[in-house]
């Protein structure tokens, strides 16, 4: 027997933009930065740019990339109201440095990174290698999901 329970409300999906470059890029690339569906909030994967400089333009810098793109992450999570604290799962997408492994310093920045803004909450994470991402020159593109709330638990 299956039972159906009409008293129950599915919560309806809401987009956010992010101020600057996603306000910039919804005209022409026709995508939002984040959805929050009841407490669970995913955002869509970030990049390295900077709203200072031209779309798309990524510091020369790798490190400089990765922490532009978890502060871009963090913006993206602030416009659906979540935090990094928030967070349960990263994908984070990689071009190598060199040809078999995504290379020293993505690792290390990366983690650098997640204790700089998660702390001792330690998500889950798949790391990607990839030939290549949505702009030319980009090396890293982050996704995370995030439970609002969570990191009160």
Known sequence: MHEVNENITTPQPRFFVTPG?????????????????????????????????????FPEDLEAEIVQAFENVERALAAAGATWRDVIAVDSYHVPETPGFIG???????????????????????????????????????????????SRV
């Open 104 to 150: 020293e310093t993505h690792n290390r920045v990366m983690v650098e990174q997640f204790r700089e803004h998660m702390g001792d909450r330690a998500p889950i994470w798949t790391e990607i290698g990839v030939a290549a991402l949505g702009a030319p020159k980009m090396r890293v593109e982050i996704k995370v999901t995030a439970i609002t709330g969570s």
């Open 21 to 57: 470059h996603g306000e910039r890029l919804l005209p022409e690339m026709r995508y939002s930065q984040a959805v929050r569906v009841g407490d669970r909030v995913e955002i869509s994967g970030q990049g390295g740019w900077a709203d200072d400089l031209p779309f798309p333009t």
